[in-house]
């Protein structure tokens, strides 16, 4: 027979609905134990399949391969511009949907490079590959036509690759240039110039506090953003692994030591989203995506910093302690919220997706309980998976975001598809949700998800 449901509303969050559900059915506990009934789910609640998964992948890759050309055109008549010593203001990047030389897209393009090597798919290396030595043999072509006084406008090509302004232009994608390199799909000789911009103004002339931690003057006068976590230290990491000298490694593991006890609350164990020297009383908002960049950038360093570092079992404490936090916040549905301890906020998917890779990654590397976390990672990948359209784009993704000291500044942010900040997110964690269900054996037990061993 048919189960009929009849719900119950018990709490409703966020525009979302947890329900008691009842069932009709012939027999009684005997003839069909009631423990064994399933749920109507709202988020699939199974083990998520590495086809399924790679899917997912792909329609958001293809999506992107299409809205991310890398070419100069005349803005004359739109067509292919290819003398890269005859550029001047005529010229322009082929208009796409989203910045080649963005923070987001270093994020991008490190997820991009983690899907290749988990999948043995090229074509997510190539697409590092080709936007890398287009953005190393066109930079320095730019920079030349404005010394030679052929480019005059402010608003020329790839202008935050050669003239940074914040953090933002230059940690991510100054990370994922160097992975790029390190694992062969990128041509340091083209790069390395570009590098060097980025390494000279994280390390010199981004502002910082007395005590040497990265700090901006916005929106009020030496703030801390948790975001700048993300911005400044992978990039530190991978320019030790680049150079070898050990003073940017000494510099990132500053960073995320002075960042911490400001700003880490032990009680919740999450961060507060700003900081600001002098403020007192000082108001804390957990807003989950900041988090996320806290949560990945103890990832980056754990995957760089040798096993016998003196720093590394504070990094690792810190990444778990934090896991455990973060896991306490999860929704019924998977997701996390806005603000993570305010439950009517609105549910948000970059950070569900960062988060499902950290905690991903963290149980592949045996940094976190596989039995412990295992199964709420995979419903919250689920989650993820049900925010890609068709269509390729991400939905559900918080727009960039300042900083504020408001609770309705972080709730009434616009959610868009045209977000970038989803979408690296989205690609590393499926990338490495596929690497977990390979190497276990995940199942319902008692219509409970399980770890298991292979």
């Known amino acids: 027979m048919k189960k009929k449901y009849f719900f119950f509303t018990i709490l409703s969050i966020a525009g979302f ?3 008691a559900q009842y069932t009709e059915k012939k027999g009684n506990d005997v003839t069909s134990p009631l423990h064994l009934l399933k749920p109507d789910y709202d988020t699939p609640y199974s083990v998520p399949k590495t086809d399924e998964v790679k899917g997912v992948l792909d329609r958001v890759f293809t999506y992107l391969d299409a809205e991310t050309p890398y070419e100069m055109v005349s803005k004359k008549d739109g067509k292919p511009f290819t003398d890269t010593k005859k550029i001047d203001d005529n010229v322009a990047l082929k208009a796409g949907s989203y910045r080649l030389n963005s923070y987001e897209w270093g994020v991008t393009y490190g997820a991009m490079l983690t899907v290749a090597e988990i999948t043995g798919d090229k074509r997510y290396s190539d697409y590092v590959r080709n936007r890398f030595n287009f953005m190393g043999t066109w930079i320095p072509a730019v920079k030349k036509a404005i010394a030679d006084g052929r480019i005059k406008e402010k608003g020329y090509p790839l202008r935050g690759s050669i003239e940074p302004h914040a953090l933002d232009d230059c940690g991510a994608i100054c990370a994922a240039m160097i992975k790029a390199i390190k694992t062969g799909n990128a041509n340091e000789s083209l790069l390395k110039p570009t ?44 320019l030790n692994r680049l150079t070898g000298d050990k003073k940017y490694l000494d510099d990132a593991l500053k960073q995320f030591k002075q960042f911490v006890p400001r700003m880490f609350n032990k009680e919740k164990n999450v961060y507060m989203h700003g900081w600001i020297e002098g403020m007192d009383p000082h108001p804390q908002f957990h807003w989950a995506r900041a988090n996320g960049w806290a949560f990945l950038t103890a990832v980056e360093l754990l995957d760089v910093l040798p096993a016998n570092h003196p720093d590394r079992p504070f990094v690792l404490a810190q990444f778990q302690a934090h896991a455990k936090g973060l896991a306490s916040y999860q929704s019924a549905l998977g997701f996390w919220h806005q603000l993570l301890d305010k439950p009517d906020s609105y549910l948000e998917t970059s950070a569900t997706a960062i988060y499902t890779y950290c905690i991903a990654r963290g149980i592949n590397n045996g940094w976190l309980d596989a039995q412990a976390y295992s199964p709420m990672v995979l419903i919250a990948w689920n989650a993820v998976a049900t925010k890609v359209n068709a269509k390729g784009e991400v939905e559900g993704t918080c727009v960039g975001t300042g900083m504020g000291f408001d609770p309705a500044f972080y709730y009434y942010r616009p959610v868009n598809n045209y977000a970038a900040h989803g979408y690296g997110p989205v690609l590393m964690a499926g990338g490495e949700i596929i690497r977990l269900v390979k190497n276990s054996d995940i199942k319902l037990n008692d219509s409970a998800l399980q770890y298991y061993k292979k």
């Open 17 to 19: 609905t947890a329900s």
């Open 195 to 238: 590098i060097d911009i980025y390494s000279d103004f994280i390390t010199n002339k981004e502002h910082r506090l007395a005590d040497g931690t990265l700090a901006r003057l916005r929106p009020l006068k030496n703030a801390l953003w948790l975001d700048d976590l993300y911005m400044g230290v992978p990039a530190l990491a991978q």
